[in-house]
């Protein structure tokens, strides 16, 4: 309430906000609670939890979130880090108001701080018009990821990635991810 009257979600300007985590019960504040609220539990993959979080609020309501992480990468024969981004989300009933676009750009501004020349991200393939308006770029060869028990798994999701640097070059050659996929 302010001032008497019920906050309208819909009329508060998006904020911008670091999450000093991001929990559950705030990716269900976003999604709901469905049991695949990012439609990849048919890949079967295990995942890594990012460690970086990036919110949009409108009035007290959390309405989208990415999440980053730095991770180990050998493209062609030279091993390097990406900054992995995942868990985007965007309040169902919010979407198509720019929400992706400003909290993968702000995730993005938090990425170029954290050292690697690149970001790389999974997504479905209804995703990819998305990430490429906001421009990311799909690799076209398989990308391997590491599962457990010691498995390495073609990424069965698309592959993406942007330059974090100007003078950045996604460097040719096969794509592996040295740890789980975020």
Sequence with gaps: MIGGMTENPYSAIPTVVRLPRYTKAEQDEILGDGDDPFGVAA?????????EHVGIRRGS????????????VVIGEAETQVVGVGGVAVAPDLRGRGLARLVVTAALENARAMGPQHALLFCRPPLVPLYQCLGWHLLDEDVLVEQPEARVVVMPLRTMVTPLRDNAHWPSGPVRLLSLPM
């Design 43 to 51: 890949a079967g993959l295990t995942w890594l939890p990012k460690e």
């Design 61 to 72: 309501r959390l309405v989208a979130h990415a999440g980053l992480l730095r991770l180990p």
